[in-house]
């Protein structure tokens, strides 16, 4: 699946594995070039979200295959993911927060697991049974960019399926390559896309106090991060934080993404029913 590259990997698949079937997408984003994928493939097994700022180790495919093969119980699997050029770990999978909607990844607020494999909320690379998306549908291109991946893998843990961290495959990660770190677009996702995950997918019990921390609590305390002695404390504590980076013009892209989901409430309520519905116990 190619959406528009221009560093000339079209080319090299094309010369370099001519058994292959690539498909020019078009420039028409990430979540929908992978629905297309899923559309088109045959095999088994499919393997999403593998974008362009990410690099594999040549082992990390066999290593998840292996893992897939020998547990039916298991639908997607993903691994131990790298900032790119360090020894950091960025992610060995993540869990999800019903409380306040964040996706905290294994690995960079606790001791990465010394595990083989991890079971997980979700994981951000993933290969998945191909027959799973029969059941719980494809990904939802709503979300456009983030949130896709917990949304997808929620959806299969509620239908039965084990999500796993394979600890052997191992990847690297530029992070946030074509939205920029900082940008206020990619802040404007992050949140309005967070909304609609819970809004979407959270039990009943949940939702009142997760919305009232997103839209209300966790808009003052960003509006408070742009205050210059907050930003001086932040940047001495964890410097590449947004709150270290925090702008008043970052901040007040979150009151359009508030706006959006009251605005489409009716919509994204509606996909409760249905996702529901189409959810089921595995065979």
């Known amino acids: 699946m190619d959406a528009q590259s221009n560093d000339g990997s079209v080319e090299m698949v094309r010369h370099e594995f001519p058994e292959c079937i690539l498909i020019n997408a078009g420039n028409i984003g990430p979540i929908r070039a992978n629905n297309l ?3 088109t493939a045959t095999g088994e097994y499919v393997v999403l979200d593998l974008n362009s700022d990410d690099v594999v180790s040549s082992s990390w495919l066999a290593n998840l295959l292996g893992v897939m093969e020998r547990d039916n119980s298991i639908g997607i699997a993903g ?4 900032v790119y050029g360090s020894n950091r770990i960025d992610s060995v999978g993540g869990s999800i927060d019903f409380f306040t909607a964040s996706t905290p990844a ?3 607020r606790r001791r990465a697991p010394s595990d083989l494999i991890v079971d997980v909320d979700y994981v951000p690379v ?3 049974r191909k ?3 029969k059941e719980i549908g494809v990904l939802d291109e709503v979300y ?3 949130f896709e991946e917990p949304d997808i893998c929620l959806r299969a843990k509620r239908a039965g399926y084990r999500i796993v961290s394979v600890t052997t495959a191992v990847h690297w990660h530029y992070g946030s390559a074509s939205i920029g770190m900082f940008s206020r677009r990619k802040y404007y996702y992050m949140r309005r896309n967070q909304i609609r995950f819970a809004m979407k997918n959270f039990p009943l019990r949940y939702l009142p106090v997760c919305l009232l921390w997103l839209i209300v609590a966790r808009t003052l305390l960003d509006l408070l991060s742009t205050m210059p002695l907050i930003r001086a404390f932040a940047m001495m504590a964890s410097p590449h934080s947004f709150w270290a980076n925090s ?10 993404a508030i706006r959006w989901n009251l605005v489409h409430a009716r919509e994204t309520f509606s996909e409760r029913a249905v996702t529901s519905l189409r959810e089921k116990k595995p065979l």
């Open 144 to 146: 456009e960019f983030y």
């Open 79 to 82: 691994g131990k993911r790298y």
């Open 37 to 39: 994928g899923l559309y």
């Open 247 to 256: 702008t008043v013009k970052l901040v007040l892209a979150q009151f359009g």
């Open 131 to 133: 027959r799973i998306i």
């Open 106 to 108: 294994l690995g960079v």
């Open 126 to 128: 993933m290969m998945m």
